[in-house]
């Protein structure tokens, strides 16, 4: 293998061992998989066009066209053109995924889902920094700054996973470099022979600076940049935050082990179910006490995802302002509906921790102690400064407002502004969501009673199936495919019932959070996180946001929905106790444990219940990828063929093997060739003489490479015409030198023609045609042969 190869090698293996720091950010870390495919199609794509060679710029773009390809076909194929192609609709899913990923990394805890838009931002990541790499250490062959990207993405790892990516992580992106450096100095050794210093230390002639003399620069410049890249590795991750505050839990596993103390990790309905994370059993997140006779509707709401782009639910960036007390009267509520005021008291689990807080919805008052901000849109409460809900103890005075079915139907339309944002719905929803929603509201007369039909055909109309197995999606293809397959669970439901809500007009946004929980026997109500939950909330005039339930046997059928009946209001009366009895315990609530097949569906553990702005699959096999891969870097190899040719046979004809006579004539086919790809034509007819003096006329050649071209056609004519023709020494010192005048004398446009499609690449074609030809008449003949060896056969046979 050449000193570049070992180089290229090397830097892949940097890159790619740096980039191994990642793997505690994330689970599954499936994405290294395409990260290492892309960085060997970068390493194999500058490899070929160093053999051309390309000028370095054209080097480095020709490895981003590449990587670009193969990003936009494994994460946006199906907006691309021909499933590879970036085009406008790529460039906007591009963007999409970007800004989910970089909401989820705000986020999500550590271990943070495999999102799309997370897995997006760490292939790109490690993309850049091995073009960097390849291009600093064997493009330009410098590897001692290739470090500083190198330390870059190491230092942002463990910066980010507050020291997840340990000495083992550490010890292998070093390892990386070193190899990095070692393999450049091994090339340039190879090239240069034994390095000598300059003062010799030792006083005897000859010494070599390997034996006491001082390091050459390269050398020096690896030492130190060596040493400044370890020092910051191990002062920058003291100073990076750390991935922290996840929608439904903070950083940790939820094993209960480990520095954080168990904390339960996040659990977001946005999130793509990943049936691989490991589950722990039902473990409770908060308790509470209520004066609300009836805590069926007592829903825990966290926060509201208004924002429907395609790719996923989440919420808008809105202002955040400090707590009022009280809190604003809820949007669109009327005095004249009923609701009555609920008192809530929680306590968190101390291995609870995130930065949203659980509250019944709508809230009037909060009582807490800590930073806590409020956004007013949602009427959610989220920490700031790092605060958290760990071990919090709150009082939450709320409304359990409870409309009529009359009251609902007769609701005016809403503002102008409010169903502008409310009803978005991304031109990429397919057609047969809104035609499925035309179709199951048929015949209803109000937006009230097609709400309650989406809803009765989602929970027992429609014959839809409850199932933890359903891969996780939150996409538009997500919900056409749920539409047509009919089984998924509360994230599936929410999302397609509040999409098909908005395209029918009605305003509509999903909330998440917690199921009202399971009563104990001491009267408080356990919640655990397996109650975590998310259903619509649409919007009625003079109701507000209101409540709906479509998931079935998850959650209570809202009663403005359904018959009227009693219902369980509030005793005015009764305060609720703040004994110790309220404490959250550590262990499993009193409620069965949760069976495997919701472990995997993720409403039972930490990492569950949830889909971010994820895509809907969770991406193709690796083995396809490589093929893939493979059919489009062919493709794009055609058109190179010819370059690859003519680059063959340059290095065939210049080489040292076969005769004095021999090599002659090859070389000078190849000045004939070479001036054929700069526009002079070859004459066959002509004597080398001629020929020499028709090649530095038409192609207006430098004095220097004049005198080469006719001295290598007297070379010819002594090797043709002579009886002892003399031996011809630098003929390849001389047909590199009349290349280089053609060069020089040619335009950009005839220099790329030579480059690219050289002329004498027809020499293939004539060859196949000469191939094709000698195979015909030698089949003819043989044919012809095998005739008249039958003709002769018969009258044998007769006689």
Same mark, same amino acid.
């Given at each position: 293998?050449? +000193?570049?190869?070992?180089?290229?090698?090397?830097?892949?293996?940097?890159?790619?061992?740096?980039?191994?720091?990642?793997?505690?950010?994330?689970?599954?870390?499936?994405?290294?998989?395409?990260?290492?495919?892309?960085?060997?199609l970068q390493s194999a794509v500058g490899t070929l066009t160093r053999r051309v060679p390309l000028a370095r710029p054209l080097t480095i773009a020709a490895q981003s066209v590449v990587s670009l390809l193969v990003l936009t076909l494994v994460f946006v194929r199906e907006q691309a053109?021909?499933?590879?192609?970036?085009?406008?609709?790529?460039?906007?899913?591009?963007?999409?995924?970007?800004?989910? %990923?970089?909401?989820?990394?705000?986020?999500?805890?550590?271990?943070?889902?495999?999102?799309?838009?997370?897995?997006?931002?760490?292939?790109?990541?490690?993309?850049?920094?091995?073009?960097?790499?390849?291009?600093?250490?064997?493009?330009?062959?410098?590897?001692?700054?290739?470090?500083?990207?190198?330390?870059?993405?190491?230092?942002?790892?463990?910066?980010?996973?507050?020291?997840?990516?340990?000495?083992?992580?550490?010890?292998?992106?070093?390892?990386?470099?070193?190899?990095?450096?070692?393999?450049?100095?091994?090339?340039?050794?190879?090239?240069?022979?034994?390095?000598?210093?300059?003062?010799?230390r030792s006083g005897r002639p000859g010494s070599a600076a390997g034996e006491g003399g001082p390091a050459f620069a390269p050398v020096r410049t690896g030492r130190r940049i060596g040493v400044v890249a370890l020092g910051v590795a191990l002062v920058v991750p003291l100073v990076l935050?750390?991935?922290?505050?996840?929608?439904?839990?903070?950083?940790?596993?939820?094993?209960?082990?480990?520095?954080?103390?168990?904390?339960?990790?996040?659990?977001?309905?946005?999130?793509?179910?990943?049936?691989?994370?490991?589950?722990?059993?039902? =473990?409770?997140?908060?308790?509470?006490?209520?004066?609300?006779?009836?805590?069926?509707?007592?829903?825990?709401?966290?926060?509201?995802?208004?924002?429907?782009?395609?790719?996923?639910?989440?919420?808008?960036?809105?202002?955040?302002?400090?707590?009022?007390?009280?809190?604003?009267?809820?949007?669109?509520?009327?005095?004249?509906?009923?609701?009555?005021?609920?008192?809530?008291?929680?306590?968190?689990?101390?291995?609870?921790?995130?930065?949203?807080?659980?509250?019944?919805?709508?809230? /009037?008052?909060?009582?807490?102690?800590?930073?806590?901000?409020?956004?007013?849109?949602?009427?959610?409460?989220? %920490?700031?400064? +790092?605060?958290?809900?760990?071990?919090?103890?709150?009082?939450?005075?709320?409304?359990?407002?409870?409309?009529?079915?009359?009251?609902?139907?007769?609701?005016?339309?809403?503002?102008?502004?409010?169903?502008?944002?409310?009803?978005?719905?991304?031109?990429?929803?397919?057609?047969? !969501?809104?035609?499925?929603?035309?179709?199951?509201?048929?015949?209803?007369?109000?937006?009230?009673?097609?709400?309650?039909?989406? /809803?009765?055909?989602?929970?027992?109309?429609? +014959?839809?199936?409850?199932?933890?197995?359903?891969?996780?999606?939150?996409?538009?293809?997500?919900?056409?495919?749920?539409?047509?397959?009919?089984?998924?669970?509360?994230?599936?439901?929410?999302?397609?019932?509040?999409?098909?809500?908005?395209?029918?007009?009605?305003?509509?946004?999903?909330?998440?959070?917690?199921?009202?929980?399971?009563?104990?026997?001491?009267?408080?109500?356990?919640?655990?996180?397996?109650? &975590?939950? &998310?259903?619509?909330?649409?919007?009625?005039?003079?109701?507000?946001?209101?409540?709906?339930?479509?998931?079935?046997?998850? +959650?209570? !059928?809202?009663?403005?929905? =359904?018959?009227?009946?009693?219902?369980?209001?509030?005793?005015?009366?009764?305060?609720?106790?703040?004994?110790?009895?309220?404490?959250?315990?550590?262990?499993?609530? &009193?409620?069965?444990?949760?069976?495997?097949?919701? =472990?995997?569906?993720?409403?039972?553990?930490?990492? /569950?219940?949830?889909?971010?702005?994820?895509?809907?699959?969770?991406?193709?096999?690796?083995?396809?990828?490589?093929?893939?891969?493979?059919?489009?870097?062919?493709?794009?190899?055609?058109?190179?063929?010819?370059?690859?040719?003519?680059?063959r046979v340059r290095a065939r004809r210049l080489g040292p093997a076969g005769d004095p006579v021999t090599r002659i004539l090859a070389v000078w086919r190849e000045i004939n060739d070479t001036a054929w790809d700069y526009g002079v034509a070859p004459d066959e007819s002509q004597t080398?003489?001629?020929?020499?003096?028709?090649?530095?006329?038409?192609?207006?050649?430098?004095?220097?490479?004049?005198?080469?071209?006719?001295?290598?056609?007297?070379?010819?004519? /002594?090797?043709?015409?002579?009886?002892?023709?003399?031996? &011809?020494?630098?003929?390849?010192?001389?047909?590199?030198?009349?290349?280089?005048?053609?060069?020089?004398?040619?335009?950009?446009?005839?220099?790329?023609?030579?480059?690219?499609?050289?002329?004498?690449?027809?020499?293939?074609?004539?060859?196949?045609?000469?191939?094709?030809?000698?195979?015909?008449?030698?089949?003819?003949?043989?044919?012809?042969?095998?005739?008249?060896?039958?003709?002769?056969?018969?009258?044998?046979?007769?006689?």
């Amino acid at each position: 293998m050449s +000193g570049r190869g070992r180089l290229t090698l090397a830097a892949f293996g940097a890159s790619l061992m740096a980039s191994a720091s990642l793997l505690p950010l994330v689970k599954p870390a499936t994405w290294i998989f395409t990260a290492a495919i892309l960085l060997g199609l970068q390493s194999a794509v500058g490899t070929l066009t160093r053999r051309v060679p390309l000028a370095r710029p054209l080097t480095i773009a020709a490895q981003s066209v590449v990587s670009l390809l193969v990003l936009t076909l494994v994460f946006v194929r199906e907006q691309a053109i021909l499933g590879v192609l970036p085009g406008p609709q790529a460039f906007a899913a591009f963007g999409s995924l970007f800004q989910a %990923g970089v909401d989820d990394v705000g986020t999500y805890a550590i271990p943070a889902p495999n999102t799309a838009g997370i897995r997006l931002l760490l292939v790109c990541g490690v993309a850049v920094i091995g073009l960097l790499v390849d291009a600093v250490a064997v493009t330009f062959r410098s590897a001692a700054p290739a470090g500083l990207p190198l330390l870059a993405l190491y230092s942002v790892a463990a910066g980010l996973s507050g020291g997840g990516a340990g000495g083992l992580f550490f010890l292998l992106a070093a390892a990386g470099y070193l190899l990095l450096l070692l393999a450049e100095s091994r090339e340039r050794l190879s090239q240069w022979g034994r390095v000598f210093g300059g003062a010799q230390r030792s006083g005897r002639p000859g010494s070599a600076a390997g034996e006491g003399g001082p390091a050459f620069a390269p050398v020096r410049t690896g030492r130190r940049i060596g040493v400044v890249a370890l020092g910051v590795a191990l002062v920058v991750p003291l100073v990076l935050p750390g991935l922290s505050g996840g929608l439904f839990g903070g950083a940790g596993d939820g094993e209960g082990t480990g520095g954080k103390g168990g904390t339960i990790s996040a659990v977001n309905p946005l999130v793509s179910l990943q049936e691989n994370l490991r589950q722990p059993e039902d =473990r409770e997140v908060l308790r509470y006490r209520t004066n609300a006779r009836d805590t069926a509707n007592l829903y825990l709401r966290l926060v509201a995802l208004d924002q429907f782009d395609g790719t996923a639910w989440k919420s808008s960036v809105r202002p955040i302002e400090d707590v009022p007390e009280p809190l604003p009267w809820p949007d669109g509520l009327a005095r004249d509906v009923t609701a009555t005021e609920v008192t809530t008291n929680l306590v968190a689990s101390p291995a609870y921790e995130q930065k949203w807080l659980p509250m019944p919805y709508p809230a /009037q008052k909060v009582s807490i102690g800590g930073s806590w901000r409020y956004e007013p849109a949602g009427r959610m409460l989220v %920490g700031d400064n +790092g605060q958290n809900t760990k071990g919090a103890r709150y009082t939450v005075t709320s409304l359990d407002v409870r409309p009529t079915a009359d009251q609902l139907a007769a609701a005016p339309a809403a503002s102008d502004k409010l169903r502008r944002e409310y009803t978005r719905i991304p031109a990429s929803l397919p057609a047969d !969501v809104k035609s499925t929603a035309l179709s199951v509201t048929r015949g209803a007369r109000n937006d009230y009673e097609r709400a309650v039909k989406l /809803q009765d055909w989602f929970a027992h109309d429609g +014959g839809f199936r409850y199932d933890v197995d359903v891969e996780s999606g939150t996409g538009v293809q997500a919900i056409s495919r749920f539409l047509k397959d009919k089984e998924g669970f509360c994230v599936h439901f929410s999302f397609s019932m509040a999409a098909m809500a908005r395209s029918l007009g009605i305003p509509a946004r999903v909330a998440v959070g917690f199921m009202p929980g399971t009563a104990q026997s001491d009267g408080s109500v356990s919640v655990g996180i397996r109650d &975590a939950h &998310a259903w619509p909330e649409l919007y009625f005039e003079g109701a507000g946001w209101t409540r709906f339930e479509p998931t079935p046997s998850r +959650g209570t !059928v809202p009663e403005y929905t =359904r018959e009227q009946s009693a219902g369980g209001n509030a005793t005015p009366s009764a305060q609720p106790s703040t004994s110790a009895s309220a404490q959250p315990s550590v262990a499993p609530s &009193a409620s069965e444990s949760c069976p495997p097949q919701l =472990r995997r569906l993720g409403e039972c553990g930490p990492d /569950q219940a949830a889909g971010g702005a994820s895509s809907d699959d969770g991406g193709m096999p690796p083995l396809q990828v490589v093929l893939i891969c493979l059919g489009v870097l062919l493709v794009l190899a055609l058109p190179l063929l010819p370059l690859w040719w003519r680059t063959r046979v340059r290095a065939r004809r210049l080489g040292p093997a076969g005769d004095p006579v021999t090599r002659i004539l090859a070389v000078w086919r190849e000045i004939n060739d070479t001036a054929w790809d700069y526009g002079v034509a070859p004459d066959e007819s002509q004597t080398p003489r001629r020929t020499a003096a028709r090649m530095v006329r038409l192609g207006e050649l430098p004095p220097d490479a004049a005198d080469a071209v006719h001295r290598v056609a007297r070379s010819v004519e /002594q090797a043709l015409y002579a009886p002892h023709p003399r031996p &011809a020494t630098g003929l390849t010192d001389q047909a590199a030198l009349i290349r280089r005048g053609f060069h020089t004398s040619a335009t950009r446009a005839h220099r790329l023609r030579a480059l690219l499609v050289p002329r004498s690449a027809a020499r293939v074609v004539w060859a196949a045609q000469e191939g094709w030809v000698a195979l015909r008449d030698s089949w003819s003949a043989r044919t012809r042969s095998a005739m008249r060896t039958l003709s002769r056969r018969k009258p044998r046979e007769a006689g």
